[in-house]
């Protein structure tokens, strides 16, 4: 079974500090690894994906993420975190096979304080 | 414009009554999804579609039903066996492998 484990609940930065949110996964096979921000009463919004290949993705609004398979990791990133990044984030996992639902994690709110 | 679009926004439930929440996509997906959202608990799958006329249950399908008739279509009917319906409910839709899914706006049933 697949699942995906966001380890905190709430991760408080400065504004212009660099920013990490962690997702760690299991899976039988190999991984397609996204993440999601959602902000109040709004759906969910596309950020970067890991397919295969550079284990360094990068993605929209200046996010990014590492890919560690040895770990079996999926950790956003951003150099200098915003007032306007203050979200919901959520890293899903996908096996290779076919069609399959998304499973995500319980989500990480981002808080950052100016 | 290409997306997918959930109605309505804002939906409120008497006790014992059915409740359907409309998901519409013109993104020529295959799949489509529906996720219940509640407070600390992420996203909960309650059905899927890979293909028209066919759909599986996610991992809390109790107390709800869907049909797939259309591919661009996959309505979610709350039923009054659904003891605790109050939550935001999300529909996505993908191409599948990996593509990575779209989500409509969300949908907030409360029961009255």
């Known amino acids: 079974a697949q699942s995906v484990a966001q380890p905190e609940d709430q991760v408080n930065v400065a504004e212009g500090n660099p920013l990490t949110v962690k997702c760690t996964y299991s899976v039988s096979g190999n991984p397609y690894l996204f993440w999601y921000v959602q902000y109040p009463n709004r759906g969910l919004q596309f950020l970067l994906k890991y397919i295969t290949g550079d284990n360094l993705v990068k993605g929209s609004y200046g996010f990014e993420a590492e890919f560690n398979k040895s770990q079996t990791s999926f950790h956003l990133k951003k150099p200098s975190a915003l007032v306007s990044d203050s979200a919901l984030y959520f890293c899903?996992?996908?096996?290779?096979?076919?069609?399959?639902?998304?499973?995500f994690g319980k989500g990480t709110r981002l808080s950052v304080i100016a | 414009d290409g997306g997918i679009t959930q109605s309505p926004k804002y939906l409120f439930r008497k006790e014992g009554q059915n409740v359907t929440l409309s998901c519409e996509q013109n993104l020529n997906h295959d799949a489509m999804y529906w996720y219940r959202q509640d407070p600390g608990q992420g996203l909960r799958l309650i059905y899927y579609?890979?293909?028209?006329?066919?759909?599986q249950k996610g991992d809390i399908a109790e107390g709800y039903s869907v049909s797939r008739e259309k591919k661009e279509s996959f309505p979610l009917t709350v039923t009054s066996a659904q003891k605790n319906p109050t939550a935001f409910y999300l529909c996505a839709s993908s191409s599948g492998g990996h593509t990575e899914a779209f989500f409509g706006q969300g949908t907030r049933l409360t029961v009255v």
């Open positions: 579609s890979q293909i028209v006329n066919d759909f």
């Open positions: 899903a996992v996908r096996t290779y096979s076919g069609n399959t639902p998304l499973v």
